[in-house]
Each structure stands twice: as C-alpha cells, then as structure tokens.
C-alpha cells in the first residue's frame, strides 16, 4: 500500500527494523537502524511534498515477513510457516511508524506541514495465512488477534500528529478458488470476525477504515459491519459493475478511488500499445527495462498523464456520488516502479488529479 523502490539494500532495512526498536539502537550502536530511520523520514517527507494528504508509512520491506517477525508461536519448516498459537510478540509495534512517532517535529519542519495525518496498513489475517503449511479458521482469528494488538501499539495521537487511517490489505482475497472459504464454512466465518475484530478496534481509536483487494467479487467484506471503506485496481468490477456498486452503497459502505496503474510491466504495454495477450509483450517489455536500466529511456515517460487520472475519478464520482468518494490514489503501493523518482512522479499526479476535484490522498 506504501511501498516505493528502496535506495538501500533490502538486507540493510531488514536489519534496520529489527535493531530500531531495541536496546541497541537506544545505546546508539547500530548503523542500521540510523539508516532505516533517515530512508524511512526522507521518503516520508518526500510523499507529503508530493502532495499526499493522508500517507501510509514508507514500506520498503516485504508485506508477510514485515508482520510475521513481530509474532511468536510461529516456526518457518522449508517455504512456508507452522503455528504453534500465534500472538504477537509483547509490546511489538510497526518499527516504521516508531519512526515516525519519535521525529514527528522533523517531518513537520522538512515537510512544512503544521499536522501530520497519517495511514497504517496492516497484511491482512487471510493474506498472513497462506504463509503457513496447515490453514483453517482459528489460523485466522489468531492472526487478527496478533495484528490488533500490533496495531494498537502503533496508533498513535499527539500534538504533531495522529494516526487517520487503517487499510488492511489482502490482494489474495478472492483471487484463487479456496476451499476454506466455501458459503457457510466454518472458515468463512471465521474471516468475516477476524476482519471484524481488527477493524472494530481501529474504529474505537477513531480511524476510518479500509480494506484493499484485488479482486472484489466475493462480497464477503461488506458484511464487515466496522469498514467503511473499500479499494481495489483501477480496472477491477468495483468501480463499474452496477450489481457491485449497488451492493457496496446499500452496506453503507464507501470507496477509495484508485485512478493511477502501479504495474510497471502493464504501463510499458499501454504506452506502446501492445495487443492485449500479444506474444510480443514479454521481450518487448524486457527490452523496455533493459533501456531504462541502461539510461538510455526514462521510466517517468511511461507513466500515465493527470488527465487519464482526472478522467478515471470523474466516473467513479458519477458512479458512487461525490460523498462515497472520500479518497482518491494509486490502486496500490509503487515498489516494482524501476526507481524512487518515477514512484514519486506518480504520487505527484495522482495528488494533482484528486485536488482538482477537491478529494484527500
């Protein structure tokens, strides 16, 4: 949901997160975690300066590993996870918004901003959950007991800043034919209070709530009395298929509107205008991030133009009514973008497309 190309190794940030909340970082000995916290504050103040009202934390780190490190009762055998009861480690918050709430005063005078609001994103229960080697519903309930006690250690609420926003992001949901959640399992069930418990505990502390999907057509998630909000990609059912639209108003839910592509791969065969499913894609995309890795073109002359961006939330607008669409973005985070500035780039536009129409992003 906020990730960007990162600017230092992956391992460096690992080790960053891992040291930043601990003993050694406190006695000023880890070199890690001082770089951590200047990429994580640059490219936060870097977001706001893009114009987002409302960002997510900076997330440089992979979306499972980030929270599976923060639970206990979890043993990794080969590719995948075994839970023995899993709760989450005592007093584990989200390293990246410990960043952020020990330099609030920093990201207020380099972003010249008087107050900062800000988004968490948390992996959701059922995206978490396909980690593991054996899955069923109290995998799941136990997830979201972890995740909301994470989540609860990383709101926050001060004189510089607050935490606004909780989106949920499970791009797994619906995208594969699960067993699990058959209609009237026991499994379903459990997913529908697994979500209920982690958003119900965002909306006592204040925050909107959102859930990101990739695929929208198991309308499970409006049954979640404590969302508000719903998100998905730019061309999925949600903002066009009128059964779904009709379904998301009468839950009383609302919508983010995603008006910018993050597939990088998908902008090349749009910019060149390659035939959908054409054999040619592949080598020619290939041939495209091998000129940018090159110098020889440039990734910010494929991204889409604020006028396409404009365009996109006009119809969402008209579709749901101006008071459904309190956001506007990306349809997700930028972190396969070939580099930093290009990501950035995008957030610029999106930001420029949404203030024309007054929405937050």
Known sequence: ????????????????????????????????????????????????????????????????????KLL?????????????????????????????????????????????????????????????????????????????????ASIFKVRRGETALLAVDEPTFGLVDDPLLDRGSEARESLLKSWEKIFSMASSKGLETIIHLHDTSDLLYLEVEHLDIVESHVDDPLYSDER???????????????????????????????PAGSEEAPSRVGEVWS????????????????????????????????ENVPYAGPECGLKGFPDYDSALEVLRRVSEAASKSSLRL
Do not use: W
Request: aromatic residues 8%; glycine residues 6%; proline residues 3%.
């Open 1 to 68: 949901m906020g990730s960007l190309p990162p600017r230092v190794s992956t391992e460096t940030l690992e080790g960053g997160a891992e040291t930043y909340v601990s003993l050694q970082h406190l006695l000023g000995e880890s070199s890690e975690a001082e770089t951590f916290e200047k990429v994580l504050l640059q490219a936060l103040v870097d977001k706001l300066r893009a114009g987002v009202d409302i960002p997510n934390y900076p997330q440089f780190r992979d979306m499972n590993q980030m929270f599976l």
């Open 72 to 152: 206990r009762g979890v043993i990794k055998k080969g590719d995948a996870y075994i839970s023995y009861g899993v709760t989450a480690r005592p007093k584990a918050s989200i390293p990246e918004v410990e960043v952020i709430k020990r330099n609030l005063s920093l990201i207020q005078d380099e972003a010249e901003i008087d107050y900062l609001r800000m988004k968490l994103c948390l992996t959701g229960p059922y995206t978490l959950s396909l980690q593991f080697n054996y899955r069923d519903g109290r995998l799941m309930e136990e997830l979201a007991a972890a995740l909301s006690r994470i989540l609860e």
């Open 244 to 274: 779904i639209i009709r379904s998301v108003l009468k839950a009383g839910k609302r919508v983010k509107a995603s008006i910018s592509r993050s597939d990088f791969d998908a902008l090349i065969v749009q910019r060149l205008n390659i």
């Open 291 to 322: 000129e940018i890795r090159r110098g020889r073109l440039k990734a910010v002359d494929f991204l889409e133009d604020v006028e396409l961006m404009e365009r996109r939330l006009r119809f969402i607008v008209e579709k749901f009514g101006a």
